[in-house]
């Protein structure tokens, strides 16, 4: 099994910029991509950035510019740097790995931007 754990979340003014992290551990022998989706509330779930194993990105046109995903294969973790916060963005940001053909969800980290 794999265990993440996310990182990072709070109450952050509008304009401001927040880092988020997700840290696996268990048994690990390989991470295809990691990515990170969002549920604001009373919406379905949502794609927002995803990083390769040989670390290429992907971002929806939604989050594309202000979101930056990034990893530490050192340290299994992954980060997801959000730029210009709105208060669209308050979500519950949950964090995904991939190995093989399972994946693993963390129980996610709550964001709220608000003045």
């Known amino acids: 099994q794999v265990q993440l754990v996310e990182s990072g979340g709070g109450l952050v003014q509008p304009g401001g910029s927040l880092r988020l992290s997700c840290t696996a551990s268990?048994?690990?022998?390989?991470?295809?991509?990691m990515r990170w989706d969002r549920q604001a509330p009373g919406k379905q779930r949502e794609f927002v950035a995803l990083?390769?194993?040989?670390?290429?990105?992907i971002y929806p046109n939604s989050t594309k510019g202000r979101f930056t995903i990034s990893r530490d294969n050192a340290k299994n973790t992954a980060y997801l740097l959000i730029d210009n916060l709105k208060p669209e963005d308050t979500a519950v940001y949950y964090c995904?790995?991939?190995?093989?053909?399972?994946?693993?969800w963390g129980q996610g980290t709550q964001v709220t931007v608000s003045s």
């Open positions: 268990g048994s690990i022998t390989r991470i295809d991509a």
């Open positions: 990083i390769t194993r040989d670390g290429n990105t």
């Open positions: 995904n790995l991939q190995q093989y053909s399972v994946h693993y």
